[in-house]
């Protein structure tokens, strides 16, 4: 079925060269092109592997081309996809091991493949750090999201604040969708219990996000 | 089998600014290749650099030194068109010597 | 006479791979990499390139004084500047390394497997596609990038490239425009190029690959870039001279059309 919509766009476009009109592919077989290239971007490399670059419904959603808008139809179809997805660690208790957190926030590794095979790691790493600043005295910390210093000291660490930092680490896309921020608890990169350390990490005030 | 050095000498004034790269893997002995080997030393030992024949530098290298070295130095007296030559020995015994043309100042 | 500048140029390594952040007063990355550009390791790669390419080789025992990398059968000057194109024989868009490997395999003889498997160099093993990569890339310095998008394909590669750089996907949800499209960004410290913005779409094209890269000792290519973003998006290991990797090319040079030639690079 792909490759026959390729042959047709390949057609299109050649017809179009041939009448002299604009000889850009129109999007849908712009989209039938792109997806041809990641079905052959890969090869050798197992099913388990390949899987990982077919997209999900929402990713698709969320892979606008520069200045394209989400409409509201789309956001809220992504937001309640998004709600779906939630799980909580067992005994419900949202907010972990702070120490165990500050562990995570550093490490960045995780899932990546070399020469076809997942690259072992004994955990997992929370990637945080990697795009936002959270201890004041890292200076080793990216700025693609916000910095995030002092974040329990200035909202506290009630009920509310807990579960909504939970639920953002779990799917950013809840409460942004299309958001940046990678679904860390969806995409089961990160366990419950592990985006729970972070959350204590975040919102602890002996954490060294909260220091003074 | 060596690479050939790239060797580059302009004048200031009457000073060669002489700058030299060399192809080198500048083993320390501490690394390992692929299969978990130890990578024997293998690093450059002398370097000689003479201007017009007469010795300007003759250093010893040790395994501090980076891979692909980078050697800069600044000869005096120099004129346009006098000959820098450069030769490194390595610790294997192999060894290669290249040369360049003093640049007059651009 | 135990100290020499050969200890510099290890320190001016260390500078460019700790790089501080924003300060007052003289910017240390940036007088490294100013020693770096201007004794460039990368050079060594540009004369070994040079050799390899007029060197008869392979089982045929031929040069690549043959290949047509888009100019006409072994000219090298300014092809860089113009690729990704579309070749009629083998009616594809071609990057410059996609376009080496048909001419070792035509010409030369070489297959397809071997060349692949030597795609990036090792501390124990050098590639000669590196190498040839950085002395053609030197053939167009001083000139504008002029990629076309003349041929129907070409212009399918461009917008199959920004439909692929918008795509999002893997178990981490990123895309090329996740870092790649946004004012002033960084990677934990390192700086990210945006590529909506012009003037660095044409730095990065021009001037950014193939580099000498001092923190993995060899030059790099603009097929190892993408295979390494490729990495860090946790997908699988991107297939050399893709289809995918040629279209993601196309799109970058083609939008980097009047930036200046100037390499190999340099970088961290």
Not at chain 1, 24 to 43: C, H, I, K, N, W
Request: proline residues 5%; positive net charge.
């Amino acid at each position: 079925m792909k490759r026959f919509q390729l042959k047709l766009a390949v057609a299109a476009a050649a017809l179009a060269a041939v009448l002299g009109c604009a000889s850009f592919p129109s999007a849908d077989e712009t989209r039938a092109l792109g997806e041809q290239m990641v079905a052959d971007a890969y090869p050798g490399m197992p099913a388990a592997l390949t899987a990982r670059a077919v997209q999900d419904a929402d990713q698709k959603i969320c892979s606008k081309l520069g200045g394209e808008k989400l409409t509201s139809i789309e956001a809220g179809r992504i937001v309640d996809a998004a709600r779906a997805t939630m799980k909580y660690p067992p005994g419900g208790k949202l907010a972990g091991d702070w120490k165990a957190g500050e562990r995570l926030v550093s490490d960045g590794a995780g899932l990546r493949v070399r020469e076809g095979r997942v690259e072992p790691v004994k955990q997992n790493g929370a990637l945080c750090i990697n795009c936002h600043a959270l201890d004041p005295r890292e200076v080793n910390s990216g700025n693609l999201g916000p910095a995030l210093v002092g974040y329990g000291a200035q909202r506290g660490n009630s009920d509310a604040v807990v579960k909504y930092t939970y639920e953002k680490i779990y799917n950013a896309w809840a409460y942004y969708p299309c958001s940046n921020m990678p679904r860390l608890g969806a995409h089961g990169f990160l366990t419950p219990e592990q985006i729970a350390d972070v959350v204590a990490y975040l919102v602890a005030p002996q954490s060294p996000v909260n220091r003074k | 089998m060596a690479e050939p050095m790239r060797i580059r000498a302009t004048l200031q004034g009457d000073v060669a600014d002489v700058r030299i790269l060399m192809r080198h893997p500048m083993e320390t002995g501490q690394r390992k290749d692929a299969k978990g080997d130890i990578v024997p030393t293998h690093f450059i030992q002398n370097v000689l650099v003479t201007h017009n024949g007469r010795t300007v530098l003759d250093a010893q290298w040790s395994q501090a030194v980076s891979r692909d070295p980078f050697l800069g130095l600044r000869v005096k007296g120099a004129k346009a068109g006098d000959r820098i030559a450069v030769t490194w020995t390595d610790n294997k015994g192999d060894k290669r010597t290249d040369e360049a043309t003093v640049a007059a100042a651009s | 006479m135990f100290m020499t500048r050969g200890r510099l140029a290890a320190l001016a390594l260390a500078v460019v791979a700790a790089p501080s952040p924003a300060q007052n007063g003289p910017d240390g990355l940036a007088v490294g990499r100013q020693m770096l550009a201007e004794d460039n390791p990368g050079e060594l790669w540009v004369e070994r390139g040079q050799r390899l390419f007029f060197e008869k080789r392979g089982p045929k025992h031929a040069s690549l004084e043959r290949c047509d990398l888009g100019l006409g059968a072994g000219r090298v000057e300014g092809v860089f500047a113009q690729l990704p194109r579309y070749f009629a024989d083998t009616d594809k868009v071609q990057d410059l390394e996609s376009r080496l490997m048909t001419c070792m395999v035509t010409l030369q003889g070489f297959t397809t497997d071997e060349i692949v498997r030597k795609r990036f160099g090792t501390l124990d093993n050098d590639s000669d596609m590196e190498a040839l990569v950085s002395f053609i890339g030197s053939k167009s310095n001083g000139m504008k990038m002029n990629v076309p998008l003349r041929h129907p394909k070409e212009a399918q590669a461009y917008k199959a490239g920004e439909y692929l750089f918008h795509r999002r996907s893997g178990p981490l949800d990123f895309s090329c425009a996740t870092c790649h499209a946004d004012e002033g960004k960084r990677i934990r410290l390192q700086d990210l190029p945006n590529m909506t913005d012009p003037a660095q779409v044409q730095a990065v094209v021009a001037t950014g690959w193939p580099a000498y890269r001092g923190t993995q000792a060899t030059v790099r290519t603009m097929q190892h870039r993408l295979y390494d973003c490729n990495w860090q998006m946790r997908l699988p290991d991107l297939g050399y001279a893709s289809a995918m990797s040629i279209a993601l090319t196309s799109y970058l040079n083609h939008r980097g059309n009047g930036g200046v030639v100037q390499l190999p690079g340099v970088r961290r």
